[in-house]
């Protein structure tokens, strides 16, 4: 297992890797896998950038972000603004439908509802938001609308696990209550934790996935000794 020093490390290098954070000032705090991120960023693309390095980082079981976003310009754009380039990237994007989402902006915070089909169609409604300048944090209300028509399978999940190279080997077990999923087992990396999540939402009926994959690293080493 990674000391704290040896984690934070590996963390603030990998941060300094990503193209836009080359001179970003984000502190890391690393205990027992825990990492806290804090300092200031120009926009949520940079945030969301350090997020994802840090989860991505081997070792990292916990991201607390505590990251501020600061614009350099002296006028920040006005809720009303930001709203309404959110709608005109909406008219630009592609993956869900447009026009079954609600948009509030409040003090550069974004909240988006409504109801859709798929997981995937409300994490590209996310994604168009988060590319956008003067967007300080995101909150997706989106909720997924139930067919009674479909039931989930557990076996096609079981099988779309074993076909993914990256989880396929883990033993981890699949548990489905009406339209619930709940994952257990362990994992070796945020990433695989995130990518069993992902598979088990692309599964049609599916309204909650339960994600509670252990991550530990200690348990990778173990595996090659």
């Known amino acids: 297992m990674k000391t704290n020093e040896a984690l934070q490390k590996d963390v603030q290098e990998a941060i300094k890797w990503e193209p836009l954070l080359h001179a970003a000032q ?18 949520y693309p940079k945030k969301l950038e350090a997020e994802n390095a840090a989860k991505n980082t081997a070792g990292v079981k ?24 959110v709608l005109n990237d909406f008219k630009l994007s592609w993956g869900f439908p447009k026009d079954k989402i609600k948009v509030e902006v409040e003090n550069g915070c974004v909240t988006l509802s409504g109801e859709l ?3 995937s169609e409300r994490e590209a409604a996310k994604k168009s938001v988060s590319s956008i300048f003067g967007v300080k944090g995101i909150t997706n209300d989106i909720k997924i609308k139930f067919d009674a028509n479909n039931e989930i399978e557990k076996k096609d999940i079981e099988r779309a696990i074993a076909r993914n190279w990256s989880v396929k080997d883990l033993g981890i077990e699949v548990q489905v209550s009406g339209n ?16 069993a999540e992902r598979i088990a939402w692309n599964a049609p009926g599916v309204l909650i996935v339960d994600n509670e994959l252990i991550i530990e690293f200690e348990h990778a080493w173990a595996k090659k000794m």
Do not use: C, F, M, R
């Open 26 to 43: 984000i502190g890391v705090i690393a205990e027992n896998g825990i990492i806290t991120l804090t300092g200031t960023v120009e926009s």
């Open 62 to 85: 916990v991201v607390i972000e505590k990251i501020e976003i600061k614009t350099e310009y002296p006028l920040n754009k006005s809720d009303n603004e930001i709203a309404k380039e």
């Open 117 to 119: 089909q798929w997981n």
């Open 180 to 195: 619930e999923v709940k994952l257990i087992g362990t994992v070796n990396s945020w990433y695989q934790k995130h990518q």
